[in-house]
């Protein structure tokens, strides 16, 4: 064999290994793509070959399976890791999502798709037996390379000075050679383990979140009336302090207040911090049910491991039966369980059967009418605590539902007029002045 097509070989077999450890996603797909950084595993593992073959000479069939089995979990790892934030909006934690696999099976068979998990089954198999039998293969060329000294001392050195940069890059300030490089897929399996051990075995909650807040009223002062906790997504203190927002709105503002003050309603504004601004208004939510301020994503998911009191359990000590309002929540939830309510009435809840509005599809009034002809109008009932998280109001804003003076008719499957209905689908929005 001519010696450039040995070395084309290696070439080849280099930029494979390197390459199945450091593709990121194309946003917001399934699909991948390749980006010019450099991958610590490859570099480590090239290193491992070169000495071992140094050592014990060539590498049994056995031995090879075995590394292109661990590169296997390595390149799955990679790709959940890039692909779960562009899909979800968040890393992957294998603690919580690995329990959405059994739901949404039992959904699927459910609904007589059996056929379904069977070809994705077969076709995720038939994906990892190629990424096998493709790394092995890449593993087998630079097996047979490192057999010659000096290409064995070519390819350990270069390894060598590989991971020699990564560690200069992060261990100064001054050079920043790190970022030369893809995240470790190893940092996220770190990670993934010692959060399940976390929650598992135990962990220092007292240490990680502030003792819970007293709250001793049995919330007398409500005389039994039903409590709404609303999220108003995606709206915070700014539509107040923001000049210009806060003028475009006066008029909304103004016929609110006449409106409710004519049926003898008054409001109210206070205003609290927030530990997140822009999104992952989940991390509020929890922050103001819990007390505990919840800025980071892990430690969101941290908390849910633990038995921390809520809003939902004081409101349900004084009587009352706590339900969530969640359209936009359209897959299994089953970190919900950390909260305890009574129900969660989710997007296939509620059954909607009008028009779609955009992503969120369910307008936050036919949310409401729903719940309240399911619970709300029922006087012989408990007191209600809810929490409802509005998807109407939330990014990207449009298309708006109209709002329908008829009430019951939302529960219809036609329940906008045909005009307008086309008149709310046609707004746009103009993206450089959010004040229209």
């Not at 039966?321 to 299994?332: C, H, Y």
Request: hydrophobic residues 50%; contains cysteine.
């Amino acid at each position: 064999m001519p010696i450039w097509t040995k070395v084309l070989g290696i070439g080849f077999a280099l930029l494979a290994l390197n390459a199945s450890l450091s593709f990121h996603n194309i946003w917001p797909t399934l699909w991948v793509h390749l980006r010019p950084e450099l991958s610590v595993e490859a570099a480590a593992i090239l290193l491992f070959v070169a000495i071992r073959s140094a050592w014990f000479g060539a590498m049994s069939m056995p031995t090879r399976y075995l590394i292109a089995t661990a590169l296997l979990f390595l390149v799955l790892g990679r790709y959940v890791d890039v692909t779960a934030p562009a899909l979800y909006g968040r890393p992957i934690n294998f603690y919580w999502d690995v329990q959405h696999i059994p739901r949404v099976a039992a959904m699927i068979l459910k609904d007589d798709h059996a056929w379904l998990v069977i070809i994705s089954m077969l076709a995720l198999t038939l994906v990892a037996v190629c990424l096998f039998m493709g790394l092995s293969y890449v593993l087998a060329v630079l097996s047979r390379a490192v057999q010659r000294p000096q290409t064995r001392l070519c390819l350990g050195s270069l390894a060598a000075s590989v991971l020699t940069l990564y560690a200069i890059g992060m261990a100064s300030r001054e050079v920043a050679t790190e970022r030369w490089f893809s995240i470790p897929v190893s940092w996220m399996y770190v990670r993934q383990l010692s959060f399940a051990h976390a929650a598992l075995v135990g962990h220092p909650s007292d240490g990680r979140f502030a003792p819970g807040q007293s709250l001793n009223s049995d919330f007398a002062r409500l005389k039994g009336r039903d409590a709404y906790l609303i999220f108003l997504e995606s709206y915070g203190e700014i539509v107040f302090n923001e000049a210009t927002i806060a003028q475009a709105l006066v008029p909304a503002f103004k016929a609110l207040s006449e409106s409710a003050e004519k049926d003898g309603w008054h409001a109210v504004t206070a205003s609290y911090e927030s530990p997140t601004f822009g999104g992952a208004s989940w991390l509020s939510h929890a922050t103001l049910m819990t007390g505990a301020w919840i800025a980071e994503q892990d430690k969101y998911q941290l908390l849910l491991t633990t038995d921390r009191r809520s809003l939902v359990q004081h409101f349900q000590d004084a009587g009352y039966r706590a339900v969530a309002l969640m359209p936009g929540l359209k897959m299994a939830w089953p970190e919900g369980a950390f909260y305890n309510y009574d129900k969660i009435w989710n997007a296939t809840a509620l059954k909607y059967r009008g028009p779609t509005f955009g992503w969120w599809r369910i307008p936050d009034q036919y949310s409401l009418a729903r719940f309240y002809n399911a619970e709300g109008a029922n006087n012989d009932r408990q007191p209600l605590f809810v929490f409802f998280t509005t998807i109407t109001s939330h990014m990207p804003f449009i298309p708006t539902p109209p709002y329908q003076i008829d009430w019951s008719r939302l529960l219809s499957s036609t329940p906008y007029d045909e005009d307008m209905l086309s008149s709310a689908l046609d707004v746009s929005l103009d993206w450089d002045d959010l004040r229209t």
